[in-house]
T-cell receptor, first 109, second 116 residues
Framework: GQNIDQPTEMTATEGAIVQINCTYQTSGFNGLFWYQQHAGEAPTFLSYNVLDGLEEKGRFSSFLSRSKGYSYLLLKELQMKDSASYLCAVMDSNYQLIWGAGTKLIIKP | ETGVTQTPRHLVMGMTNKKSLKCEQHLGHNAMYWYKQSAKKPLELMFVYSLEERVENNSVPSRFSPECPNSSHLFLHLHTLQPEDSALYLC???????????????FGEGSRLTVL
């Protein structure tokens, strides 16, 4: 079966760096996505990786290793507003999005 | 005006009621989706419409009935629901350029459904 694994919850300190990992086993691969979802709000697109390596976008970076079935989302200079759930999703060979259950990130002052 | 709007934001219904969820997208996209989001579970794709035609129905119970009258509007008709159907129902849209899904979805804020 197809599976996406990510930690259920993480805690970090304001101003610090946090890395949220995502591992996947899917039927084929057509890209990996990260979405952010604040409580009670819509998920919003953060990043897309289809080739191995690091994609940087401001304070957020996303890394992909296709051979390892692994990605991470790196958040730098954490701010209180970064408290949210982070959803990892992989597009399989049928162009279906397979979703992880999300990682709830709690930022403490 | 937000790109994808869902109404109502909250809905409480009994198991014998009939209600509908509405979604409207203002982004000019050609694909729309219904997802179910339950606590600590992955998003579950329920229905996909591309160019107003249903292309996916992931074995969703018939008590959920989608309707897509045009590329901007999507409905989810609810009938004889069960308490386990209580969840957040998210609508999303995307621009399908090649006949395959691009994956970048634009979500509405969801309709929180409680079935008593």
């Amino acid at each position: 079966g197809q599976n996406i694994d990510q930690p259920t919850e993480m805690t970090a300190t304001e101003g610090a760096i946090v890395q949220i990992n995502c591992t996947y086993q899917t039927s084929g691969f057509n890209g990996l996505f990260w979405y952010q979802q604040h409580a009670g709000e819509a998920p919003t697109f953060l990043s897309y990786n289809v080739l191995d390596g690091l994609e940087e976008k401001g304070r957020f970076s996303s890394f992909l290793s296709r051979s390892k079935g692994y990605s991470y989302l790196l958040l730098k200079e954490l701010q209180m507003k970064d408290s949210a759930s982070y959803l990892c999703a992989v597009m399989d060979s049928n162009y279906q999005l397979i979703w992880g259950a999300g990682t709830k990130l709690i930022i403490k002052p | 005006e937000t790109g994808v709007t869902q109404t109502p934001r909250h809905l409480v219904m009994g198991m014998t009621n009939k209600k509908s969820l509405k979604c409207e997208q203002h982004l000019g996209h050609n694909a729309m989706y219904w997802y179910k989001q339950s606590a600590k579970k992955p998003l579950e794709l329920m229905f996909v419409y591309s160019l107003e035609e249903r292309v996916e129905n992931n074995s969703v119970p018939s008590r959920f009935s989608p309707e897509c009258p045009n590329s901007s509007h999507l409905f989810l008709h609810l009938h004889t629901l069960q308490p386990e159907d209580s969840a957040l129902y998210l609508c999303a849209s995307s621009q399908d350029e090649t006949g395959d899904y691009t994956g970048e979805l634009f979500f509405g804020e969801g309709s929180r459904l409680t079935v008593l």
